[in-house]
Structure formats: C-alpha cells, structure tokens
C-alpha cells in the first residue's frame, strides 16, 4: 500500500499549501509546523513560493524514486525541476481563481473517495496511509482541490477552443499511420521561451544536445527526462502513455513510424522548443467484439403519488401478470412503464452493449437467458421488470475506431491548445526567483523574472 499512497503524494506534491501568506519578497516566515524561520524562494505575480514548500515536494519526488534513486538528477537540478512544476501549478491556480472557478468540499470528498477506491482501501484508511507517510491529509485534501481546479481550467481553455468535423475523423481513418495500431512514447521537451531571440533558441539547442549525448552515453530515456526536460511530465519520465500514431504531432509522425522499440530519436524542432522521443514499444490494433443483448423493460417510479413500497408491490403485480397470468408484456409496458424513452415501443430497449444502461440492468442481463423475465428489481430510478430477448456478438471495431480517431483528434488538439496557453501564461507572469542557485542558468537577469 505504501508505494500508490507515496506516488499519490508525489502527483499531488506540486499544489500548494493551504494557507500560504502574502509576504514582502524576501522577508522570511515563521513555518507553521515547528516555528523555524521559513523564507520565501520564488515570487509569482503577487503570491509566494516557501522553501517548506519546496522542500515537501522534493521529498514527495525523492519518496517516490526510493528504490531507484539513481534516476534523480543532482539535489540541485531537482529543485529547479520541482520549483518549475511548483511555480506552474501556482499560475493555474491563479488564473482559475481569477475565472470564478471554485471546488466545493463535496467535490473533494468525492476526490477523496476516489483516490481510496483507486488503492482498494476506504477513505479512513487512505487518511491514516497518508498520515503514516508523514503528510497532512487537511493539505492534501487542499492539493486535491487545487487539482480539480486546474482540470477544471483546462476543460474551460478547451471547451470553446476544440471541435471536431467528421471530415477530419475519416480522414485519420483513411490514413496508413493510422492503422498501425498504438505506440507508447516517452519524451523530452526542452522549450523556446516564447519570443525569444537567436540566442535563446540557441540555448535550448545545446540543452537539448546535451540531453541526447547523455543518453547515447548511456544515461536511462527516463532519467535523462528528469534531468533535463521541462515538460510537465518530466519528474514522471517524460512517459507519454499509449496512443495512437495520429495522437502525436503530424510532425513528428513520420520520424516515430520509421523507429523500433527502444530507439530514440534525433533533438526534433517542434513549434514550441526541442524534442526526443523514445519509441518504448508499439502493438497492433485487435478486433474489437463484443456481446449485444436485446431487451425490453417495464419502469416504475416512486412519486409524489406512490411511496416506494407501492412501487415495488405495482413491479412485483406486473411480473406476476407477466408470468403466472401471461399477459402480454409489451401491452403492459405500454400502459404502465414509466421510462420516457421505452415505454411508447412496448418497453423495447433495442440492441445494446452490456453497461449501457447501467451496471444494474446489465448484472440483471447477464444472469438471464433469451425470453427469461427477471423478478423485480431496484435501481437509482426506480423498480424494473425486465425481459432479455436475445443476444449476439458484434464487431464494432469499425464504431469503436471511429469514436478513438475522434478521441485521439480532440486530445491531440486539446494538447496544442493548452500548452499554448500555459506558454502565454508563464510569459506574461511576474516569477522572480529569489535564490540565485535555484535559476535557470540560461537566466542572465539580477531577479529571475521569467521570459
């Protein structure tokens, strides 16, 4: 248990504290937890980074890379690694507040819930893993709100910004990278700072020349990510997950379909700095078939007009009807079902896949056979009687490609979209870094204010 409950604490390691103050930069701070002087590292606009801060979150990453810490970079390269993540999480949260974006405690108790569910433990248990770990599950909690208000930010950077044609999606069918199935990709990003000059772009070459030499002299993809990408998924090893080829940028296509697993690419000129990319393994795509059951139902619903107990003695009447009496059900749904959607058709809910009306109703299916009706039973909206009329297997490899084209177009898009966003952000924000080993080295300014 420990080793989810350490990687929960490193992705959450980045948010801030619940109650950080608004100092004066550069005047210390009495730290709230053993009243030593804590000093502010880092300004951004008009709030603070604290070196507590820091600090906490550099032992989340180091508690996470316990068993192979040689895939750390020097402490020193770390911090600027981490203080990097830190002052972005601080611009989002920033601008989020500034939108009106707000989680609730509901909302957190919800996230809560689902951390625990994640880790097979309740969320008593999750608090007491989390304590064990040596954190403060109060500020955890505050990290998991300041998560969810970041995603929220993002859904509403994209929402108006990403759109979709059918055109678009038959065209990344039709193509031939398309149905080479899936790569799994790890990267390094090493970014141009937005309107910078040749010197700056010149920079980040090397940087990233730098980064392919280590790797080629034998440094892990992984580790050399952690070391010298500044991604938002550098401290994870810049791994990208699986995908579709059309999932990555059009112009990094052609360099990955030419390479094998475990190769890495060239230092690639992208529209926002320099890439590499390692080709950690690829599959090809399966059919997809699935089982299809055809059935009907008949809905009753508690009201202002029938208690609940009337609504189930109304369902269990109905099967009685229904089975004993062999009344016909279609009739019977016709006149009594309460499901908008259905009852019209004589309960026909047509064919479909077995959680598409729900876990409930499809537990029920799987346990009947064709032409068997069910006793009644209870879900969210009501009592069902429900009768399975019969069940096949299809090949919706074609639907299911589609819906994944579509899907990885929005991702793809998505991704664009934000990431120019945050560089517009980081470029038009006020970050001065107080501690002169914890700059950038290619920062040549007296306060570190970002480019």
């Known amino acids: 248990m420990k080793q989810p409950i350490a990687f929960l604490l490193l992705a959450f390691a980045i948010a801030l504290p619940a109650h950080a103050q608004l100092l004066t930069p550069g005047t210390p701070a009495a730290s709230a937890n053993n009243g030593s002087i804590d000093r502010i590292v880092a300004v951004v606009n008009e709030d603070v980074i604290l070196q507590s801060e820091l600090d906490d979150a550099v032992h ?4 996470q890379y316990a068993s192979q810490p040689g895939q750390l970079p020097p402490m020193d390269v770390l911090q600027k690694q981490v203080l990097d993540r830190l002052v972005l999480m601080k611009l989002q949260i920033q601008k989020a507040q500034d939108q009106d974006i707000h989680v609730s405690d509901a909302d957190i108790d919800q996230a809560v819930a689902g951390v625990a569910q994640q880790n097979k433990i309740s969320p008593e248990e999750l608090r007491a893993e989390v304590e064990k770990s040596g954190g403060n599950f109060a500020q955890f909690r505050q990290q998991l709100g300041d998560q969810l208000m970041v995603q929220r930010l993002h859904q509403s950077v994209i929402h108006d910004s990403v759109s979709i044609t059918d055109g678009e999606v038959d065209n990344l069918l039709s193509s031939p990278t398309y149905k080479a199935g899936e790569i799994h990709l790890s990267h390094i990003q090493i970014s141009i700072p ?25 440094m892990d993809f992984n580790a050399a990510a952690i070391r010298f990408s500044d991604a938002p998924d550098a401290l994870d090893g810049g791994d990208l997950g699986w995908r579709k080829m059309d999932d990555i940028p059009a112009g990094f296509a052609d360099t990955v379909a030419a390479m094998k697993p475990g190769e890495v690419s060239a230092a690639l000129r992208g529209p926002t700095g320099f890439h590499i990319l390692k080709l950690v393994d690829q599959r090809q795509a399966d059919r997809q078939v699935v089982t299809e059951f055809h059935a009907r139902q008949i809905l009753i619903k508690p009201s202002e007009l029938v208690t609940p107990a009337q609504a189930e003695q109304k369902a269990r009447d109905l099967y009685n009807r229904i089975v004993s009496k062999h009344e016909d059900f279609a009739a019977l749904a016709r006149d009594n079902s309460k499901d908008d959607t259905t009852a019209n058709a004589g309960g026909d809910m047509g064919w479909f896949k077995q959680q598409d009306w729900g876990s409930t109703i499809g537990t029920q299916l799987a346990g009947l056979k064709d032409n068997e009706v069910s006793q009644p039973f209870q879900s969210e909206a009501g009592w069902h009687v429900l009768q399975r ?18 899907e990885a177009i929005g991702n793809r898009k998505a991704e664009q979209v934000y990431d120019d966003y945050l560089r517009d952000m980081r470029s038009n924000a006020f970050v001065n870094v107080l501690v002169p080993e914890l700059r950038d080295t290619d920062d040549h300014s007296s306060t570190g204010t970002s480019p």
């Open 389 to 406: 009329l019969g069940s096949r297997q299809s090949d919706l490899t074609n639907e299911i490609a589609r819906d994944q084209a579509r």
């Open 194 to 218: 937005s309107g910078a000059d040749a010197a700056a772009i010149q920079a980040s070459q090397t940087k990233a020349e730098q980064a392919l030499a280590a790797i080629k002299g034998g």
């Open 60 to 63: 989340s990453v180091q508690q």
